[in-house]
């Protein structure tokens, strides 16, 4: 069984990272779920509106979001129970890792790609 990431932030435009870390880590075969309000799928994958609404366990989540959505989402990842938090370069603000940490989560601050072995790049 693969290992279910939730990319909180993913969107359809490919030159963003919140889509080149869905790929990166398709590529790297993880189950992707994107996670955006806003769009219904991504990269041909069923988008959810918040990691509440994602059914089963997600083993890691991977943020791409601005500080104040970073913050609101915090609660939500904890209360899912995912173990393993990434805040990417640009949702690594000051302010969204005391979030996490207020909720009892350890963040991860630096890439999710590079940390699977990929390049941003190549996407």
Known sequence: MSKTVAVIGASSDRRKFGNK????????????VPV????AE???LKTYPSVLDIPGPVAMATVYLRADAG??????I???GIPEVW??????????????RANG???????????I???PGRY
């Open 21 to 32: 870390a869905v790929r990166a880590f398709a590529a790297q075969g993880y189950t992707v």
């Open 36 to 39: 955006n309000p806003h769009e």
């Open 42 to 44: 991504i990269e041909g």
């Open 71 to 76: 913050v609101r989402v915090m609660p939500e």
């Open 78 to 80: 904890a209360k899912k």
């Open 87 to 100: 805040l990417n370069p640009g949702a690594d603000d000051d302010p969204v890792i005391a979030a996490a």
């Open 105 to 115: 989560l350890q963040p991860i601050v630096a890439c999710s790609i590079m940390g």
């Open 117 to 119: 072995g990929e390049v």
